[in-house]
């Protein structure tokens, strides 16, 4: 249930991206919370504050740093991007796109250059195809940390999902293996699992509702958080010493799918059939334990999906944007 590439209505959804396309239950949406953590402003409820408050910083008072995200034009990593710039770091956004900081993780293209004089690496680079994920994030991850090394890269803050290592799905095994290489690597670290992001759930739902249905299975948990939100947390351990820990950050309620489906279709204003979809023993058992949400995250978001739909649907009619359906509202 995380990190699925998807196209919805015509806008390109992804989630961490080093331009290899980027989900993790997290798809590309322009979107606002409710009061903790706009663009640029971190989680009332961040992991680090009492770190930083303990050698008497505050999140927008560190020194500045030079802090290069790796996936820093999606879903997540453009808010990541934003948010470090708003404190006053430097920031080096790599891709395969970038105009000045072009890397391709797959071949390890373009690292040296783009890594040199860093003090930080953010990691949201991803890949859902089976062809390229392992040769991204695995691969990719071997490749990074090996220049980090090379460079004097103090720290590497890892992106990754709650419960990746308890759902055997292969994109989550193959994350579970990139942690692996992480807390294995050279490089000092901090890992950020974060729970379904609220606008690869909506694209999802958007994606299906073409057809008029909409997945919906019971006891399917979840705990989605706006990417924003989860942006907030990874911004934090960026600007704060390595933890050689996994952090989580997760979304304000656990719930399940078919209540987000129905919420999806409230905010749609159409006509939908919830669908169950049977899902194999090994998967079902899992979502349904609850293995995708966090009882007590370090990082707890504010907005609840039912008032994200809301406030994105809001935002888009201020800015002149017609949403086709609800779907397009959420992100997708």
């Known amino acids: 249930m995380n990190t699925n590439e998807a196209n919805t209505n015509g806008n390109h959804v992804n989630a961490n991206s080093n331009d290899v396309n980027t989900d993790a239950m997290n798809p590309d949406a322009t979107c606002t919370t409710s009061g903790t953590a706009a663009a640029g402003q971190q989680p009332a409820h961040g992991p680090f504050a009492g770190e930083r408050q ?83 994030l695995v691969d990719g991850t071997r490749r990074l940390l090996a220049a980090e090394r090379a460079a004097g890269v103090g720290h590497h803050v890892c992106v990754s999902i709650v419960g990746c290592d308890r759902v055997p799905l292969p994109y989550y095994k193959v994350k579970t293996a990139q942690e692996d290489e992480v807390t294995a690597g050279p490089v000092p670290w901090t890992i950020v699992r974060a729970t379904q992001f609220h606008e690869l759930v909506a694209s999802v739902f ?70 169950h979809v049977p899902l194999p023993g090994a998967i079902r058992r899992p979502l349904r334990a609850g293995h995708l949400t966090s009882e007590r995250p370090e990082a707890r978001g504010a907005e609840a999906f039912g008032d994200w739909l809301r406030t994105t649907r809001q935002r888009a009619a201020t800015e002149g944007d017609r949403p086709r359906r609800a779907g397009s509202v959420g992100g997708a």
Do not use: F
């Open 206 to 275: 958007t994606v299906t509702g073409r057809a008029r249905v909409l997945p919906a299975t019971r006891n399917v948990r979840l705990q989605p958080i706006a990417a924003v939100e989860a942006a907030g947390a990874v911004a934090d351990a960026a600007e704060s010493a390595a933890r050689r820990a996994r952090v989580e950050a997760a979304g304000p309620e656990v719930t399940d799918l078919r209540t987000l489906a129905e919420q999806w279709r409230t905010a749609a204003s159409g006509r939908y059939a919830l669908l």
């Open 54 to 136: 303990a050698r008497g910083q505050s999140a927008s008072g560190r020194s500045t740093l030079d802090i290069a995200v790796a996936g820093g034009t999606g879903t997540l990593g453009r808010h990541v991007v934003a948010q470090l710039r708003e404190r006053g770091h430097k920031v080096r956004v790599l891709s395969r796109s970038s105009a000045e900081y072009r890397v391709d993780l797959r071949t390890g293209a373009g690292l040296e250059e783009a890594l040199a004089g860093c003090d930080v690496v953010v990691d949201a680079a991803n890949s859902t195809s089976p062809r390229t994920m392992r040769a991204t």
